[in-house]
């Protein structure tokens, strides 16, 4: 991997910097209050929606890490990416509607209004910690790592406070909508890059299918894995995963909130659908060059070279620019949703429930204000992760110990009516509690279960302890269980006298069918 980048590429990358930037001061320009910093205004469609979606789950870590794995234990990973279109359909069914309906602006408001106010205080605290120093601070991280294996001479901190001062500029001046926008084009870039290094990855080995399995160890383009398979076993695929994935697309902040700022129901359903569908793409853009790499570099011993090597190694000059940029887009585009969230949720959570009567131009003040210093704290913390090691891959799978408490909050408890503001705290509490639990004993060795069959279990706990504890005090008032819990009424909302392309079940229902034909095609 001698390859220099040449300053074709170079200058490839330095335009994109110019053209995120250059988006988000234009933006900034009409962003006035705090509905157009945190919501876009609340006119946001569907394509951007769409594809917004898809940037900001996309991070230099999924990239590196999709390749690597499917080069180094095959394909079984890549279920998080494709699989992720079910919550997404059940988000589109019944938790869209209910978001808009309500007039949220954070996730956490919406416990406020179903429960009380200790169970957004909790969730609020939570996903700002979580998003600021493990998302945010990890991507930084993550994303210079990656950059020092194309550009050996750079140094780490000074390249996260490079990321962090770009992305937090105009994340702070142009708010959701520069988010969005920005977002847009990144999708753009890491789609059409991936794709073209896919193409050219697959034409050596001729275009055959055959000959890449047969060159792959077996087993290696299976996603059903043995009950103590370290990576994925069987149970977690079933139980954890898509548990794990509901609380990603449905009640995390800094993907849904591009939800809550769709212009109408329609287009959030859309957008929603548009990114389930892109959601699909990654196995075929980012797993399988991995696999194919397997029978073409046949020598990599660490799997975080797979994916640079392929760039450095298959790719002409000028493409090596366009896919390094479509890297950093997956840096820039994480970065920036979860510094624009979290000042949101402190913003609407924390300081407006203080200060009620806050004009619209002092919250959008406040949030600028929020998005810089968290900027500056992930920017400042993000170098000190190389010092905690394996500790850091703990902190990720940390996310089962509050997850499923949450889940249970949100698809439970639009359900199960007669749950309250009781059953939703001491559920958080004592859901939280056996998380911690198993994991300590997982980490000590005396509870050796795969992370993801832990998510079901608590689930599975959670919910008894949910509506335990809910009967065991008032039902909540007919206002809340009219509003806040799932109606009938809310799947066919706004979906009626549409031309059939338009209508959002159809494409639910065919984006559904998609997943169950790649499942039964890789198991």
Do not use: C
């Amino acid at each position: 991997m001698d390859k220099l980048i040449s300053d074709l590429d170079l200058g490839i990358i330095g335009l994109y910097f110019v053209l995120i930037l250059g988006i988000g001061f234009w933006v900034a320009r009409r962003t006035k209050s705090g509905d157009d910093l945190f919501l876009g205004g609340r006119t946001l469609t569907w394509g951007v929606i769409g594809l917004s979606l898809f940037a900001s789950n996309i991070s230099s870590t999924t990239i590196i890490g999709l390749t690597g794995a499917a080069y180094s234990s095959g394909i079984v990973q890549s279920v998080y990416e494709w699989i992720s279109g079910l919550p997404l359909i059940i988000a589109a069914l019944i938790f869209v509607p209910l978001y808009l309906n309500s007039r949220i602006t954070t996730i956490p408001e919406f416990l406020a209004k179903r429960f009380d106010r200790r169970s957004q205080v909790f969730f609020s605290v939570v996903t700002i910690f979580t998003s600021i120093i493990v998302e945010t601070a990890g991507g930084l991280y993550a994303g210079a790592i990656v950059l020092k294996t194309f550009f050996p001479d750079i140094v780490i901190w000074q390249t996260t406070i490079v990321l962090a001062l770009v992305a937090g500029l105009y994340t702070a001046m142009g708010g959701l909508k520069a988010v969005v926008y920005t977002d847009t084009l990144q999708a753009i870039i890491l789609i059409v890059g991936s794709s073209i290094l896919t193409y050219i990855m697959f034409s050596k080995l001729n275009f055959s299918i055959s000959d890449m399995i047969a060159a792959a160890p077996e087993g290696h383009f299976s996603i059903i894995r043995p009950i103590d398979d370290e990576t994925l076993p069987w149970p977690g695929l079933f139980l954890g995963v898509p548990l794990l994935g509901f609380w990603y697309w449905s009640t995390n902040q800094y993907i849904v909130q591009r939800v809550l700022g769709a212009k109408n129901v329609r287009h959030a359903r859309w957008g929603v659908i548009l990114g389930g569908f892109l959601k699909l793409i990654p196995l075929f853009i980012m797993v399988i060059p991995g696999a194919m790499a397997i029978s073409i570099y046949t020598d990599i011993e660490k799997s975080d070279m797979v994916y640079p090597t392929m760039v450095l190694e298959a790719l002409p000059v000028g493409l090596i620019g366009l896919v390094l940029a479509g890297l950093i887009s997956a840096i820039m585009s994480s970065v920036d949703s979860t510094l624009n969230s979290s000042s949101t949720l402190i913003v609407i959570d924390f300081i407006k429930p203080r200060k009620p009567d806050i004009t619209q131009k002092k919250i959008a003040y406040y949030g600028r204000v929020s998005t810089l210093v968290l900027m500056v704290i992930a920017a400042l913390w993000a170098p000190m992760i190389e010092n905690f090691g394996g500790l850091w891959s703990y902190l990720q799978q940390m996310y089962t110990i509050f997850v499923p408490p949450i889940v249970v909050l949100f698809l439970v408890g639009i359900f199960y009516k007669r749950g309250n503001g009781h059953g939703a705290y001491q559920t958080l509490i004592w859901g939280t509690a056996l998380g911690i639990l198993l994991f300590a004993l997982g980490q000590i060795g005396l509870w050796p279960i795969h992370f993801t069959i832990n998510a079901g279990i608590v689930v599975l706990v959670s919910a008894i302890l949910f509506v335990f504890f809910s009967n065991r005090a008032a039902a909540p008032s007919e206002e809340v269980i009219r509003n806040y819990t799932y109606q009938p009424g809310l799947i066919d909302q706004d979906n009626q006298g549409l031309a059939w392309y338009q209508n959002y079940k159809l494409w639910a229902f065919i984006l559904f069918l998609a997943i169950v034909a790649i499942f039964f095609l890789l198991i």
